[in-house]
């Protein structure tokens, strides 16, 4: 349900005795056919924070690529910056509906469609409304049954869906429980079906090739045919699609990734010591006492973000994404090695997505975590063949993990647990004393 905490303080503020009208297309009301037009300066009253935990109604990508996060009658264009009011952009939504909310937007990028290719689509109860350009298409706003036949009123998200991700060219819906496979193509509903290891979406977007689930503050990564969740979801959207710094007060940025108690995705040391940690957008690289933090997209561009795994082997950083292995020679800059990425399976030999992967010094032995199993791959060997050391239960999950001359370390949350050898940490029967990440790894204070 999507409640909007700033337009309910504002009817309050205003003594109104009358629900809003998004209250009353919460309880169920059907939508007032002849309502006013909104007073645009009443959107003023509410001032939004990107990093208070809001729950988005609708992310949309532009035709230039920027995302569009829209949260009542506001949106913030990109990962930065701050809010501005969404009637700045789209005049029209509030000519000709009062503008309290968005449900669902997307972007179509479907050549199959021409006269709705690159066109922006925005849902408002039983509306739709599409734009070119930011500019409002003749005949728009239209019933959402009379452009999409058999999609429902009232949505709750939706996302494109290319055919090289799904097996047509679809666009997912989201209402409830259910969600709506159309058919750009043929104008047809596909498909009815229930994501059951999904949360409901709140919002949906496709960004950089990955489909996301919104729901409160946080979202979930989703394969869009089948609705599974790989990996260790949810996450906190505040850090990794509103750019924030773990809500603090850290004075620079470095300080910020080094303090930050948001857990790693990955890390790993490189031949020369340098230690290289990752999360989210950022990585942050440690010379001895000298810290260095950076966007991923500056250091590794092909990647963008989000790493599952990275381990460092002759001069060189493998970077598990997805099914994917990006593979990186050390240097300033780093360069990215021809022919890649790969597929995981053909690299290593195992299925994606995996927790945690790592290389012991003067050894050729890939170590990888797997949904608490943990197999070794012999990086000398034609092909590479993955073989079972045995499971590892003494973590229910694991987020990242490194191997140097003092041992092991593996990092659950912002604790980590340090054993002194391989051979240890594979016969332990009970977990070592946890540190914190950002004080006995980073050196923080805090």
Known sequence: ??????TLCLCLALGLATPSHHEG??????PAGD???????????????????????????????????????????????????SN??????????????????????????????DHMFFFLDTKVFSYFNHSLEPGYPKDIKEVFPGVPDHLDAAVECPEEDCKSNLVLFFKGDDIYHYDVKTQKMVEKEEFKSMPNCTSAFRWLGHYYCFHGHQFSKFDPMTGEVHGRYPKDAREYFMRCPKFGDASSHVEREQCSHVHLDAVTSDDAGSV????????????????HSDTIESAFKELHSEVDAVFSYE????????SEVYVYKVGEPHTHLEGYPKPLKEELGIDGPVDAAFV????????????????????????????????????????????????VKIVVGNHFYHFES????????????????????????H
Do not use: N, W
């Open 1 to 6: 349900m999507k409640l909007l905490f700033q």
């Open 25 to 30: 297309h919460l309880q169920g009301d059907e």
């Open 35 to 85: 309502a006013p037009k909104h007073d645009h300066s009443l959107h003023h009253a509410a001032v939004l924070d990107r990093c208070a935990g809001m729950e988005m109604d609708a992310v949309a990508v532009t035709e230039t690529g920027v995302p569009y996060f829209f949260e009542g009658d506001h949106l913030f264009k990109g990962f930065h910056g701050k809010a501005e009011l």
């Open 88 to 117: 700045q952009s789209f005049s029209e939504l509030d000519d000709h509906h009062h503008l309290g909310h968005v449900d669902a937007a997307f972007r179509m990028h479907i050549p199959d469609a021409p006269e709705h290719h």
């Open 276 to 291: 290289y940690a990752f999360r989210a957008h950022h990585f942050l690289r440690m010379d001895g006492e000298k810290m």
């Open 315 to 322: 001069g060189h950083m493998h970077m598990i994404k997805d």
């Open 360 to 407: 012991c010094q003067d050894h050729h032995i890939a170590h990888v975590i797997k949904d608490q199993t943990l197999y070794e791959v012999d990086l000398k060997a034609t092909p590479r063949v993955p073989t079972k050391e045995g499971l590892f239960t003494l973590f229910k999950y694991v987020d990242a993990a490194m191997c140097g001359p003092d041992g």
């Open 422 to 445: 391989l051979m240890l940490m594979k016969a332990a029967k009970s977990i070592p004393e946890a540190k914190r990440v950002s004080t006995e790894l980073f050196g923080c204070d």
